[in-house]
C-alpha cells in the first residue's frame, strides 16, 4: 500500500505562485513515477506533469510547459509542483498518483488539494 497526502493548495491571483507538495509513505521505494493530475467542475481530470522516480526525468501537459516545475526528493518521499504565472483556468482539485514499477497505469491516488485562481 501506498498513502499519498498533498498540501499547499489556497486561493491566489492571477499571475500568482502556489507550490504544491505530495508526501508518499508506504511502497515507495518501488515507484516507477509520481504525477500531478487535476480536475475542474464538470470536467475530466487531466495529466498536469510527472517524473520518473529513479531517473528524474519530466513530462508536461502543453498547457503548463513553462510555468509549471515538477520535482521530487527521493530523501523525503515527496514530490511537488511548482505553480508560477496562473490563471484563471487553472482552478482545479490537484491530485498526486503514484505509479508503481511493472506497472503500467497510476496505481494509487491522493485526496486532492484545491487549487482557486481569481481574475
Known amino acids: 500500500q501506498v498513502q499519498l497526502v498533498e498540501s499547499g493548495g489556497g486561493l491566489v491571483q492571477a499571475g500568482g505562485s502556489l507550490r504544491l507538495s505530495c508526501a508518499a509513505s508506504?511502497?515507495?521505494?518501488?515507484?516507477?513515477?509520481m504525477a500531478w493530475f487535476r480536475q475542474a467542475p464538470g470536467k475530466e481530470r487531466t495529466f498536469v506533469a510527472a517524473?520518473?522516480?529513479?531517473?528524474?526525468?519530466?513530462f508536461y501537459a502543453d498547457s503548463v510547459k513553462g510555468r509549471f516545475t515538477i520535482s521530487r526528493d527521493n530523501a523525503k518521499n515527496t514530490v511537488y509542483l511548482q505553480m508560477n504565472s496562473l490563471k484563471p483556468e487553472d482552478t482545479a482539485l490537484y491530485y498526486c498518483?503514484?505509479?508503481?514499477?511493472?506497472?503500467?497505469?497510476?496505481?494509487?491516488w491522493g485526496q486532492g488539494t484545491q487549487v482557486t485562481v481569481s481574475s
Open positions: 498518483a503514484v505509479r508503481l514499477v511493472l506497472t503500467s497505469d497510476y496505481n494509487y
Open positions: 517524473i520518473t522516480w529513479s531517473a528524474g526525468i519530466t
Open positions: 508506504g511502497r515507495t521505494f518501488s515507484a516507477h513515477s
